[in-house]
Nanobody
Framework: QVQLVESGGGSVQAGESLRLSCMTS????????MGWFRQTPGNERELVAR???????TFADSVKGRFTISKGGAKNTWSLQMDKLRPEDTAVYYC??????????????WGQGTQVTVSS
């Protein structure tokens, strides 16, 4: 099986920056699409940013120009750089990956979630 391990997150003031990172562990996993979602209490999980292996990027309108998604130097690692954070960015952030897992075919996996809190 494949696990996604997140790191980063925390509490900052409005206008500051945070960086979230994600990596896979476990079975061999060929990623097609990597991304980040976020969720606040009582709301559905929403897409923040997505990056395909081909380099196509998708961002939520609310984070365009402030957040950047990128692949890491190591295989199957990626990051979300969050600049100019706002209180409304406060949420639990989840990394996400879709691809082909050895022995399992096409799969989608989620990280455990990490809290990001932005104070005004």
């Amino acid at each position: 099986q494949v696990q996604l391990v997140e790191s980063g997150g925390g509490s900052v003031q409005a206008g500051e920056s945070l960086r979230l990172s994600c990596m896979t562990s476990g079975s061999s996993f060929l990623i097609n699409t990597m991304g980040w979602f976020r969720q606040t209490p009582g709301n559905e999980r929403e897409l923040v940013a997505r990056l395909t292996q081909g380099g196509a990027e998708t961002f939520a309108d609310s984070v365009k120009g402030r957040f950047t998604i990128s692949k890491g130097g190591a295989k199957n690692t990626w990051s979300l750089q969050m600049d100019k954070l706002r209180p409304e960015d406060t949420a639990v952030y989840y990394c996400n990956a879709q691809g082909v897992a050895a022995g399992y075919g096409f799969q989608e996996y989620w990280g455990q979630g990490t809290q990001v809190t932005v104070s005004s």
